[in-house]
T-cell receptor
Framework: NAGVTQTPKFQVLKTGQSMTLQCAQD?????MSWYRQDPGMGLRLIHY???????DQGEVPNGYNVSRSTTEDFPLRLLSAAPSQTSVYFCASRRQGTDTQYFGPGTRLTVL | GNSVTQMEGPVTLSEEAFLTINCTYT??????LFWYVQYPGEGLQLLLK?????DKGSNKGFEATYRKETTSFHLEKGSVQVSDSAVYFC????????FGTGTRLQVFP
């Protein structure tokens, strides 16, 4: 099992550009989520999904879109990047009914 | 609402020293409690967890006890190693996973 994979590992964008952060898991987990990690703020939940076709907002959803067309994939889209979105982004998954999350290696995004 | 408070870092120790990282929580109901570790350049890994009061989670020499009376889940290790240098996150699981701000541990030889 590869676990949770994320691409790219690093990305630099200019203000106003769009991009998609990819996340995939091969553990057949129902629950997937996106977090951002900022200094002194821990991890904050952006969006999550409890299964294919179902998504919901977390603590800091503004500026981000998600979709879940398959169990395996949960991409995060930035439609118009802003410097405030400079952060490290982590995708995570877990099996429904359990409480242990598995994290991907992260994507470090810089918006100039 | 639910929240987690951790001691601020960095915590700087010499090898073989005793480690305590404090964590307290606020929650309705009876959440599960976790410690995650993030090594440099990597994602978070589950270090240990406890699911009910008085449970003790342990792994790799680290321990934490779920104390309902003090709403705490302090992380301890008797003898740290340089390889333990990382950021440690306390977290609770209610309907969602809620993290503390993280504590950086630096261990010097």
């Amino acid at each position: 099992n590869a676990g949770v994979t994320q691409t790219p590992k690093f990305q630099v964008l200019k203000t106003g550009q769009s991009m998609t952060l990819q996340c995939a898991q091969d553990m057949n987990h129902e629950y997937m989520s996106w977090y951002r990690q900022d200094p002194g703020m821990g991890l904050r939940l952006i969006h999550y999904s409890v299964g294919a076709g179902i998504t919901d907002q977390g603590e800091v959803p503004n500026g981000y879109n998600v979709s879940r067309s398959t169990t395996e994939d949960f991409p995060l889209r930035l439609l118009s990047a802003a410097p405030s979105q400079t952060s490290v982004y982590f995708c995570a998954s877990r099996r429904q009914g359990t409480d242990t999350q598995y994290f991907g290696p992260g994507t470090r995004l810089t918006v100039l | 609402g639910n929240s987690v408070t951790q001691m601020e870092g960095p915590v700087t120790l010499s090898e073989e020293a005793f480690l305590t990282i404090n964590c307290t929580y606020t929650a309705t109901g009876y959440p599960s409690l976790f410690w995650y570790v993030q090594y440099p350049g990597e994602g978070l890994q589950l270090l240990l967890k406890a699911t009910k009061a008085d449970d003790k989670g342990s792994n790799k020499g680290f321990e934490a006890t779920y104390r309902k009376e003090t709403t705490s889940f302090h992380l301890e290790k008797g003898s740290v190693q340089v390889s333990d240098s990382a950021v440690y996150f306390c977290a609770l699981s209610a309907d969602k996973l809620i993290f503390g701000t993280g504590t950086r541990l630096q261990v010097f030889p």
